[in-house]
């Protein structure tokens, strides 16, 4: 692991961030917990605790909904207009923007990544996604629509549609971009005039309370956010199966997922997933393969594989398979593991204990099952939770770790012949969230990417993100669409209004 760089302190404003006693924010307040609990979050990095923060349940879940059902229904959110209801989701963009060096160290110390990607890719990120959304609010358009009725004669009618928001919304939230799905989730549902109750995850709550913040700063009414952490089996199901929830977005594992399904059930509340994935990254032996060996690479081994989107089965064309298993596994060797604090860090420990063991429990089975490593394989370092970029070959379509999704840095290559025999295997998943085409020849790539069922394909390129492209699943990698226009089905019931004239 490296050493050699000084590890750079976190600003003062981020340890006395950090040290604080963190509570919850419900109604405009923050507060304890009802039950008085609070839990841990570690940092990564060491596995000591880093913070420790107000434990949410049942009863702190009930008084946010409280809150959030009165501020939708009686608080000033209701009467503002869009034009001002797009201008404080802008003004906490800036606000975001103005503190990005302490929310790229909150997320770095809380989840581990290296603070030089929270800088460039996450806080940028959330900022934008909220700029483009505040957008959004003054352009949600309903439509006049020709009407003939034809039990009527003789009588006209002015139709029109409405797009009003759906309500109070629950969002539960995974640790592996914190600050960005927070924002993923809070961008729509405000812009459209909903009231929100967020979850974030257990490992990672800290940049989610100094959202919090900034939104009562940037003059969101209160009860418009409340902000509850806690632990998915008591706040999270709580607020998955509240009766005064009238939608919750969820992301996160698939097997949680169908969780909040049925919990959703109790009062149909509305339900969007973002669930995991195990997506085909293809490489054409006609491809660049220099860029191609260095994309396919990222496609994994971006935030150490913890991505739902990650480019976990790689397949590769025969004629090109040796070249590009040996480039890939020489990237991973040269991925320089430390803490996120470190410079010269490119990737940093997995987030929890609990994901190192997972990680490790599917390299165990991958090798029992025959997988070889070319390089990785194993757990680094004593400290922390870190795992080595790893290459697998020897593998095949069946084996658990080709099936499923690892969420750690650890790619399955995997050669084939042509496009017929590679369509079905590619699309031979439970899943179906992106995939990756990289090749020359752009008539088959466009063939390729409508056969492939995912609802992201990347040709040439791995991980393009942007706020106005829509993202997720296809098959069980999930339910509707983030961002783009597409999310703003999401948080929006539509009304028919029909007036005889
Ligand atoms: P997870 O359990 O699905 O957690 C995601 C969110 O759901 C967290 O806020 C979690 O809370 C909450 N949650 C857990 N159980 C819940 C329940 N019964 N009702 C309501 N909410 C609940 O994911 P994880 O355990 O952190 O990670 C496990 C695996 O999930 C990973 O290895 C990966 O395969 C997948 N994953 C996918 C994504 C993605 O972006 N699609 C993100 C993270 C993980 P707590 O954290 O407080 O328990
Ligand atoms: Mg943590």
Same mark, same amino acid.
């Given at each position: 692991m490296a050493t050699a760089l000084k590890v750079v302190p976190p600003e003062e404003s981020?340890?006395?961030?950090?040290?604080?006693?963190?509570?919850? @924010?419900? *109604? =405009? +307040?923050?507060?304890?917990? &009802?039950?008085?609990?609070?839990? #841990?979050?570690?940092?990564?990095?060491?596995?000591?605790?880093?913070?420790?923060?107000?434990?949410?349940?049942?009863?702190?879940?009930?008084?946010?909904?409280?809150?959030?059902?009165?501020?939708?229904?009686?608080?000033?959110?209701?009467?503002?207009?869009?034009?001002?209801?797009?201008?404080?989701?802008?003004?906490?963009?800036?606000?975001?923007?103005?503190?990005?060096?302490?929310?790229?160290?909150?997320?770095? @110390?809380? *989840? =581990? +990544?290296?603070?030089?990607? &929270?800088?460039?890719?996450?806080? #940028?990120?959330?900022?934008?996604?909220?700029?483009?959304?505040?957008?959004?609010?003054?352009?949600?358009?309903?439509?006049?629509?020709?009407i003939s009725v034809p039990y009527t004669p003789g009588v006209k009618y002015l139709a029109y549609t409405l797009r009003e928001p759906v309500g109070v919304v629950g969002q539960i939230i995974p640790w592996n971009f914190p600050l960005l799905m927070a924002a993923w989730k809070l961008g729509p549902a405000l812009t459209a005039g909903n009231t929100v109750i967020l979850k974030p995850a257990e490992q990672t709550p800290l940049s989610a309370l100094r959202l919090g913040e900034l939104i009562a700063e940037a003059g969101f009414p209160d009860g418009v956010v409340n902000i509850v952490p806690g632990y998915g089996e008591t706040a999270g199901a709580a607020l998955a199966a509240h009766p005064g929830v009238d939608k919750v977005a969820f992301t996160g594992s698939t097997e949680v997922g169908k969780l909040i399904v049925q919990a959703a059930a109790g009062n149909l509340k509305k339900v969007s997933l973002e669930l995991g994935g195990k997506s085909p990254s293809v490489v054409f032996a006609d491809s660049d393969l220099d860029t191609a060996i260095k994309e396919a690479s990222s496609a994994i081994f971006f935030n150490h594989g913890q991505c739902c989107c990650a480019g976990s089965r790689l397949f590769v064309e025969s004629k090109a398979f040796d070249k590009v298993v040996d480039g890939v596994a020489k990237t991973a060797e040269k991925i320089k593991l430390g803490p996120g604090f470190e410079p010269s860090t490119e990737m940093g420990p997995l987030v929890s204990k609990e994901q190192l063991d997972r990680v490790?429990?599917?390299?165990?089975?991958?090798?029992?099952?025959?997988?070889?490593?070319?390089?990785?394989?194993?757990?680094?370092?004593?400290?922390?939770?870190?795992?080595?970029?790893?290459?697998?070959?020897?593998?095949?379509?069946?084996?658990?770790?080709?099936?499923?999704?690892?969420?750690?840095?650890?790619?399955?290559?995997?050669?084939?012949?042509?496009?017929?025999?590679?369509?079905?295997?590619?699309?031979?998943?439970e899943y179906?969230?992106?995939?990756?085409?990289?090749?020359?020849?752009?008539?088959?790539?466009?063939?390729?990417?409508?056969?492939?069922?995912?609802?992201?394909?990347?040709?040439?390129?791995?991980?393009?993100?942007?706020?106005a492209l829509p993202f997720g699943g296809y098959k069980q990698s999930g339910w509707g669409r983030e961002m783009g226009h597409e999310v703003l089905e999401q948080y929006t019931e539509v009304k028919a209004v029909c007036t005889a004239i």
């Open positions: 981020v340890t006395k961030f950090v040290a604080r006693k963190h509570k919850m @924010l419900i *109604n =405009g +307040k923050w507060v304890d917990s &009802a039950s008085g609990k609070r839990f #841990p979050t570690y940092n990564p990095a060491t596995g000591e605790v880093l913070a420790e923060v107000a434990e949410g349940d049942r009863e702190d879940i009930d008084r946010a909904v409280e809150a959030a059902r009165n501020a939708f229904e009686n608080g000033p959110w209701p009467r503002l207009t869009a034009s001002e209801r797009g201008r404080l989701i802008w003004k906490l963009a800036d606000l975001i923007e103005e503190n990005l060096e302490e929310f790229a160290e909150l997320e770095s @110390l809380d *989840n =581990g +990544k290296p603070l030089k990607i &929270a800088r460039v890719a996450d806080v #940028p990120m959330a900022v934008d996604l909220f700029r483009y959304m505040a957008g959004w609010a003054t352009k949600i358009e309903g439509n006049t629509i020709p490790c429990g599917y390299l165990e089975s991958g090798f029992a099952e025959g997988a070889k490593a070319v390089t990785g394989g194993t757990k680094a370092g004593d400290r922390g939770y870190f795992v080595k970029p790893t290459v697998l070959v020897n593998t095949n379509d069946r084996m658990k770790v080709v099936r499923e999704e690892i969420f750690g840095p650890v790619v399955t290559v995997l050669p084939f012949n042509d496009t017929a025999e590679l369509v079905p295997r590619a699309n031979n998943t179906g969230l992106a995939a990756g085409i990289w090749t020359k020849d752009i008539r088959k790539a466009h063939q390729v990417a409508a056969q492939l069922r995912a609802g992201t394909v990347w040709i040439n390129c791995y991980n393009i993100f942007d706020a």
